[in-house]
């Protein structure tokens, strides 16, 4: 079972940013649609930020201006920028590929993959 890889996630103070990365494991070329979900205690998961094939960004409301995502040149790496964290971001943050190769020959497939999920605490 295909699982990304994620890192990143910490404790910080109001104000503070963190940077989180989404690796593609080595079964998988290249990750080509990217978003992130944050789901908080007693809350249900929900979309944070998503990229598409062709770069193009969405926002929750609640982060817009605040939070980047953006995946690298190889598109094997996914990252989510979080600037100006508040109290409300603590969560445990996922990365799910819902687009992605298997080798450069490949075409681009629809897929279903998540990463085990990393913790976000913002607290003074």
């Known amino acids: 079972q295909v699982q990304l890889v994620e890192s990143g996630g910490g404790s910080v103070q109001p104000g503070g940013s963190l940077r989180l990365s989404c690796a593609a494991p080595?079964?998988?070329?290249?990750?080509?649609?990217v978003g992130w979900y944050r789901q908080a205690p007693g809350e249900q998961r929900e979309l944070v930020a998503h990229?598409?094939?062709?770069?193009?960004?969405d926002y929750a409301d609640s982060v817009k201006g605040r939070f980047t995502i953006s995946k690298d040149k190889r598109e094997r790496t996914g990252y989510l920028q979080m600037n100006s964290l508040k109290p409300e971001d603590t969560a445990v943050y996922y990365c799910?590929?819902?687009?992605?190769?298997?080798?450069?020959?490949?075409?681009?497939?629809?897929?279903?993959?998540w990463g085990k999920g990393t913790l976000v605490t913002v607290s003074s």
């Open positions: 799910h590929a819902d687009k992605a190769k298997y080798d450069p020959f490949d075409a681009v497939r629809n897929v279903d993959y």
């Open positions: 080595a079964s998988i070329f290249s990750l080509n649609a």
């Open positions: 990229i598409n094939r062709d770069g193009s960004t």
